[in-house]
């Protein structure tokens, strides 16, 4: 029989909802009152239940932010809300991803217990599926930063464009951290790992539910999957385990960015097969630039070639001598971004923090912002100032 809890703040249920705990044999979980809904969303999965009925005495904003959480980290948790909430509520509840609002005090109470029944039998038929896998979502994107150099900017790029990303689409964004060897995502966003992307791939069974709640956050909105702690951990990674950890992401968010080392490492190739979009960082030196040519070449050999794929010149103004034109004949395509220099990138670096969260405005936020809109399909920003009185 398929599981039910009940979220409640008194561990003394009573009418309707005594009831229904008995006809449903539900658990109780009693969250504290005092507790912030993401708190409580993180008791409500440890019961790991099938659906969760938010009982009355809940607060009214905890029951619509409750279920918020819940539908994007614990999606195999359906909620419904149980109350007199009036028709203002119900836009709220089904914007909040809650499955239905029963009241408790005029509603048919088998009809209640109709409703949570078939909310049974979904979760017994997602169960009895040929794989246990959450369906693939619409327009998601996976999107790697790559270049074959260290030190061209593909994590300042891949950091500022996945906050960015977060900033839009909150709790839905991942960003990984593939330099296997010398990841700096972490550092870059200060974060203190406590897991990493060995570790996660290297989990027996790759619950969704586990999986989401391992990932670190950050202010933003922006869930973060760290680079292995040890190049002996980064090692033991097995590329059938991190693909499947790559698309089982894909398939819980809709932004799922993924960071890359230098050089051609077998997690790159994973990355690349797994990937729908790449970001190709480069800056205007002829010695990387020939290398990144190579690079290039070798994505028809992988039969990538109709992979969407955008070219971004960094340090555009560093003393190379090599123009934008040069550099998209070099490589047989044009230059889709042009970051310039500025030293303030690396200041915002060492201090752990997104350069466009640093710094709103200039034109390396600009580029940056662009990048993300591209991903995005957003249109340009109007940035002619007008005012309107
Ligand atoms: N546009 C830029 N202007 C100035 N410094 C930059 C710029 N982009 C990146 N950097 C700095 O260059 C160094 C390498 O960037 P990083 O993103 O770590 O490259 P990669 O990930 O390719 O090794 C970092 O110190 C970073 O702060
Ligand atoms: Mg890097």
């Known amino acids: 029989m398929a599981k039910t809890v009940i979220v409640t703040h008194t561990d003394q249920p009573t009418g309707r909802l005594q009831e229904l705990a008995e006809v449903f044999a539900a658990e109780m979980c009693v969250v504290d ?68 609002v029963m009241d408790h005090h005029s509603d048919d109470f088998d009809d209640m217990v109709d409703i949570i029944q078939s909310l049974h039998r979904e979760a017994e038929l997602r169960k009895s599926g ?45 960003l990984v951290d593939l330099d296997t060897a010398a990841g700096e995502v972490a550092n870059l966003l200060q974060i203190e790992p406590t897991t990493d992307v060995a570790q996660i791939a290297s989990m027996s069974e790759l619950d969704p539910t586990a999986v989401k709640l391992r990932l670190e956050t950050h202010p933003s909105g922006l869930l973060v999957l760290p680079a292995p702690a040890s190049l002996v951990a980064a090692e033991g990674i097995e590329q059938p385990s991190l693909m499947k950890l790559l698309k089982l992401l894909s398939n819980l968010f ?71 034109t040069q550099v998209g004949e070099l490589l047989s395509r044009p230059v889709d971004f042009f970051i310039p220099t500025d030293r303030q990138v690396q200041l915002a670096a060492n201090q752990g923090v997104a350069f466009i969260d640093a710094y709103r405005k200039g034109p390396v936020t600009s580029v940056l912002d662009a990048i993300t809109r591209q991903l995005t399909g957003e249109p340009a920003p109007n940035t002619s100032k007008k005012w309107f009185r």
């Open 33 to 100: 009152t005092q507790i912030s809904p993401l708190e409580m969303a993180r008791e409500v999965a440890a019961f790991e239940s099938d659906v969760a009925i938010l009982a009355p005495d809940l607060e009214i904003d905890a029951v619509l932010e409750l279920a918020k959480i819940m539908r994007s980290t614990c999606p195999g948790t359906e909620c419904v809300a149980l109350g007199r909430r009036g028709p203002s509520f119900f836009t709220k509840a089904i914007r909040s991803g809650l499955r239905d």
């Open 254 to 324: 809709k932004y799922v960015v993924i960071d890359t080392g230098p050089g051609s490492t077998e997690s790159l190739v994973t990355t690349l097969q797994t990937a729908s979009e790449f970001l190709i960082v480069t800056t205007p030196e002829i010695s990387g630039l020939r290398v990144l040519q190579r690079y290039m070449a070798a994505f028809n050999e992988l039969g990538l070639e109709d992979v969407a794929q955008n070219l971004i010149l960094n340090k555009t103004d560093d003393k190379s001598g090599v123009t934008g």
């Open 130 to 174: 040929p794989q246990h896998v959450v369906p693939q979502r619409a327009n998601q994107r996976t999107i790697a930063v790559l270049g074959p150099k260290g030190g061209v900017g593909k994590s300042t790029v891949a950091v500022n464009t996945a906050v960015g990303l977060a900033r839009r689409c909150p709790n839905d964004v991942v």
